[in-house]
């Protein structure tokens, strides 16, 4: 299986901050990797998918991009409803894999 | 509108089985692929397989290999997923996901089924 290693678990950050999470693929998987958002007591929420297209409805201050094997989600400046924890997940294989999640907290 | 709505939450005793049951509405039920996933207790997502709606084709993970069955029924639009020999470590959340026709990516999620195993 291709494993997901995102970094780092958790963080602190104010409102107004840049954040950046990065997963790093086990082999490449050819920009097929999306980004999701949970919120306590929720179902996951898909916010970027094939790296940095946005899914509709999702607000620009969320970006994705890619070097290599290391893909990266960017919240540009964070706000209050932004604090959750997120995940990636490549969906180069049928055996789809998850990254283990970061969560972003209140500084 | 589009959704999916999963069954009420279940016990089990270990070496029992479950079925979780995802009822889709409001799309065409055969043109999207589903997805389970699992979430123990303050962990992250793991995923346990996929179906073809229409054609019932299913992949697994390895390690539920033996022990979970994915079905549907394009009657009603529901996809099941049945885990056996539950043992205290498959006590977790479990979803059903919708991969998206376009994108790959799951874009729509049941709401969670909880399943605790406990003697």
């Known amino acids: 299986d291709i494993q997901m290693t995102q970094s780092p678990s958790s963080l602190s950050a104010s409102v107004g901050d840049r954040v950046t999470i990065t997963c790093r693929a086990s082999q490449g998987i050819s920009n097929s990797l999306a980004w999701y958002q949970q919120k306590p007591g929720k179902a996951p929420k898909l916010l970027l998918y094939?790296?940095?297209r946005l899914e509709s409805g999702v607000p620009s201050r969320f970006s994705g991009s890619d070097s290599g094997t290391d893909y990266t989600l960017t919240i540009s400046s964070l706000q209050p409803e932004d604090f959750a924890t997120y995940y990636c997940?490549?969906?180069?294989?049928?055996?789809?894999?998850f990254g283990q999640g970061t969560k972003v907290e209140i500084k | 509108q589009v959704q999916l709505v999963q069954s009420g939450a279940e016990v089990k005793k270990p070496g029992a089985s479950v079925k979780v049951s995802c009822k889709a509405s409001g799309y065409t039920f055969t043109r999207y692929f589903m997805h389970w996933v699992r979430q123990a207790p303050g962990q992250g997502l793991e995923w346990m397989g996929i179906i073809t709606p229409n054609t019932r084709s299913t992949t697994y993970a390895q390690r539920f290999q033996g022990r979970v069955t994915m079905t549907s029924d394009t009657s009603t639009s529901t996809v099941y997923m049945e885990l056996s020999s539950l043992r205290s470590e498959d006590t977790a959340v479990y979803y059903c996901?919708?991969?998206?026709?376009?994108?790959?990516?799951?874009?729509?999620w049941g709401q969670g089924t909880m399943v605790t195993v406990s003697s």
């Open positions: 997940q490549q969906y180069y294989s049928n055996f789809r894999t």
């Open positions: 996901a919708r991969e998206g026709a376009n994108t790959r990516a799951f874009d729509m």
């Open positions: 094939a790296t940095s």
